[in-house]
């Protein structure tokens, strides 16, 4: 299975999704802008379309137009504040919209189901440079921004009255999260991308560590996520994003089981001691 280039190439994309992803995914989680992560995976197939339709990369065609999108749900916050699924119904009608509609125009010279479902046959060199060009670029910019970022996430208006820049910095977020789902679609898939960015962090917060531990306990969880889905699904000749999906729910339940068993024998430990005492 190693010696094929196309799963070389599948392991070493693979592997910056599972960083970049929870990366990503911990700032929206606590935001509680999960679902945007939704729509915007949604807007990344039609960005997909678009490259194919143009005949240029349909990695790079999903970050732009992606991140239009991220630019565009940014900016309609201003006027839908007390409706953010509104706003999201209208990025994701648009997305869509754009997606059917070049998909069943017949111009397409090559199959977009891969971007539904995640196929490691299709990463080509060429898309494993950008993905990891996109990746990088998205890691080390994020770090720069590591403050600012957690600042917003915990308090937006405080922030704000703290002098950080909270439209630039949201807008810049937005890049981040459209370059998150352009470098993944290729492995994961469009369908169940948006698990990958929630669920190693939801996960890592069953832990209740603090924000920096959880980070790297999300990492660690989507990088077991990832690769069990990627060789599980090989040999069992699957799509990997579905498959990654369901090893990503199971991990969770898991981890949320050993948790309450845990809590449950920490109790008993406890009220043990204290009639002892």
Do not use: W
Not at 48 to 76: D, K, Q
Not at 139 to 163: C, K, N, P, S, T
Not at 206 to 230: H, N, P, R, W, Y
């Amino acid at each position: 299975m190693l010696q094929y280039s196309f799963m070389q190439n599948a392991i070493i994309v693979s592997f910056f999704i599972s960083i970049l992803c929870p990366c990503i995914g911990i700032f929206l989680v606590l935001r509680r802008y999960s679902m945007i992560g939704d729509t915007l995976s949604h807007a990344s197939l039609a960005g997909a379309t678009i490259g194919l339709l143009t005949n240029s990369s349909p990695v790079i065609g999903a970050f732009l137009f992606t991140s239009l999108c991220g630019a565009l749900i940014e900016f309609l916050r201003t006027y839908f504040r007390k409706f953010t699924d509104l706003l999201l119904t209208i990025v994701l009608a648009l997305s869509v919209g754009i997606a059917i509609s070049i998909i069943s125009s017949g111009k397409l010279h090559a199959n977009a189901d891969s971007f539904l479902f995640g196929s490691v046959l299709t990463v080509t060199a060429s898309d494993m440079i950008a993905i990891l060009s996109l990746s990088i670029a998205s890691v080390l910019l994020m770090a720069f921004l590591y403050h600012q970022m957690l600042y917003i996430a915990y308090d937006e208006e405080a922030a704000r009255i703290a002098g950080v820049h909270v439209r630039i910095i949201n807008y810049i977020f937005s890049i981040l999260v459209a370059s998150a789902i352009a470098v993944s679609i290729r492995v994961v898939g469009v369908l169940v991308l948006s698990s990958m960015i929630a669920l190693p962090v939801a996960t890592a917060l069953q832990l209740k560590t603090g924000f920096f531990k959880t980070l790297l306990f999300s990492i660690a969880f989507s990088i077991f996520d990832i690769m069990v889905g990627l060789f599980s699904s090989y040999s069992l000749n699957v799509a990997p994003g579905g498959f990654t999906a369901l090893v990503s729910v199971g991990v969770l339940l898991l981890v949320m089981i050993c948790r309450q068993i845990y809590l449950v024998f920490r109790n008993r430990r406890q009220i043990f001691n204290g009639k002892n005492k």
